[in-house]
């Protein structure tokens, strides 16, 4: 399996631009989550879904972000209009279990790198 | 508040030294934690998960620990080499939801020849 695939790696763009995240996670994994990271806050939860429903979104920053899973085999995670505070690498990962899941492991894709200018 | 709070901040060793990673948490109720390892320009890998039940568990020269009463774990790294050099974060889960999951900073790994 080529693991979980994330594009595009990395991401320029205007204060004010949509910018649209994508992933494809492991086959037969039924738990898809983002997450973003920085320096200063660390790893956080965005969302995540199971069988392509959001679960929990509360770790959505505000409503500029949304996340859709239309299908078992892809995800986004959309930010519009984008500001410079939302800099950072937003991971995808996914899993065969729930973030309370004790047995099983979470599998993170590359990341993209988010640079809002 | 939920917390988790890991140290040292950053570490430099020696190749095949061993090392001591701490991981503090105040998190409750508890369910689980994880050790992820987080190469440079990469996405965080999966090194161990641990109960409540769980005091111990090792993966190749990786063992962390758990004392569930004291609310403290431990990564051990035993004859470190230079693929160590990495950032090293726990997570601690109380829940299902996104909210129980509660992040460390990471300790950033560095391994001198």
């Known amino acids: 399996d080529a693991g979980v695939i994330q594009s595009p790696r990395h991401e320029v763009t205007e204060m004010g631009q949509e910018v649209t995240l994508r992933c494809k996670p492991i086959?037969?994994?039924?738990?898809l989550f983002w997450y973003r990271q920085t320096m200063m806050r660390g790893l956080e939860l965005l969302i995540y879904?199971?069988?392509?429903?959001?679960?929990?979104d509360s770790g959505m920053p505000e409503d500029r972000f949304s996340a859709k899973m239309p299908n078992a085999s892809f995800s986004t995670l959309k930010i519009q209009p984008s500001e410079p505070r939302d800099s950072a690498v937003y991971f995808c990962?996914?899993?065969?279990?729930?973030?309370?899941?004790?047995?099983?492991?979470?599998?993170f894709g590359p990341g993209t790198r988010l640079l809002v200018l | 508040k939920n917390q988790v709070e890991q140290s040292p901040q950053s570490l430099i060793i020696l190749e095949g030294k061993n090392c001591t990673l701490q991981?503090?948490?105040?998190?409750?109720?508890?369910?689980?934690l994880r050790w992820y390892k987080q190469d440079t320009g990469r996405g965080p890998v999966s090194l161990t998960i641990?109960?409540?039940?769980?005091n111990t568990k090792s993966n190749g020269r990786y063992t962390a620990t758990l004392d569930a009463d004291t609310k403290q774990s431990s990564l051990h790294i035993t004859a470190s080499q230079l693929s160590d050099s990495a950032s090293y974060i726990c997570?601690?889960?109380?829940?299902?939801?996104?909210?129980?999951?509660?992040f460390g900073k990471g300790t950033h790994l560095i391994i001198q020849p």
């Open positions: 990962a996914s899993s065969l279990a729930p973030p309370s899941g004790s047995g099983k492991t979470q599998y």
């Open positions: 086959s037969g994994h039924d738990y």
């Open positions: 879904f199971n069988n392509n429903v959001p679960i929990d």
């Open positions: 991981c503090n948490y105040t998190v409750s109720p508890f369910s689980n």
């Open positions: 641990m109960t409540f039940s769980e």
């Open positions: 997570v601690v889960i109380s829940g299902g939801g996104a909210d129980g999951l509660t």
